[in-house]
């Protein structure tokens, strides 16, 4: 079977077309539905999961975790529409740090509205609205309320996709064509 439908197969009953539309539907999707647990089996604040970028961080949820180019060291850039469409990580009291993250690198910054912000490697975390289950990864490389926005990897660098593609705005991420970007991702040092 090739990997592409020819226009004969665009019936809507051509199962070659429906294997292929399935195939593209999951690129944004989760490779690991486990969430992130401490060694004795609580809720991890932080952890991290397999996504369609490779290991990434993400929340108690699952959801994948980001950083805001525009960010000043741990201080946040994002406030008021911004922190609603990209959630600020918002964490009480000590954040408890699941596999695959290092507690090293895990700490907290005051947001200004006082309310204290989960942070890695020196990077505030954040959420993102379009992201609707675990492993979803449509934030990635959206360039939105001045500044690019990028998941995290476990070692706290940013993942930049192979073919990089940045539009204004929110939604699902796409490359040049318009088609959902299921590109591999490289890991881009700090």
């Known amino acids: ?113 006082g309310i204290s912000q989960l942070t890695y490697n020196g990077h505030p975390l954040y959420t993102f609205v379009n992201d609707k289950k675990p492993g979803d990864t449509n934030g990635e490389g959206i360039n939105a309320f001045g500044g690019s926005w990028f998941a995290v990897s476990a070692a706290g660098a940013k993942v930049v996709p192979l073919a990089r593609s940045r539009r204004a705005g929110a939604g699902t991420a796409t490359n040049d064509s318009g088609s959902p970007r299921c590109a591999p991702a490289r890991l881009e040092e700090r």
Do not use: I
Request: hydrophobic share 35%.
């Open 1 to 113: 079977m090739s990997g592409t439908c020819s226009a004969a197969d665009h019936s809507p009953s051509s199962a070659r077309c429906r294997l292929t539309v399935l195939a593209l539907a999951g690129c944004g999707g989760n490779a690991s539905h486990a969430l992130p647990t401490t060694n004795d089996g609580r809720p991890a604040s932080v952890g991290v999961a397999s996504t369609g970028l490779g290991d990434v961080l993400v929340d108690r949820q699952g959801r994948t975790l980001y950083l805001f180019e525009r960010d000043s060291g741990t201080m946040s850039a994002c406030t008021d529409a911004c922190a609603v469409n990209w959630p600020p990580l918002r964490v009480r009291g000590t954040p408890l740090v699941g596999s695959g993250a290092k507690r090293s690198d895990v700490g907290t910054t005051a947001r200004p509205d």
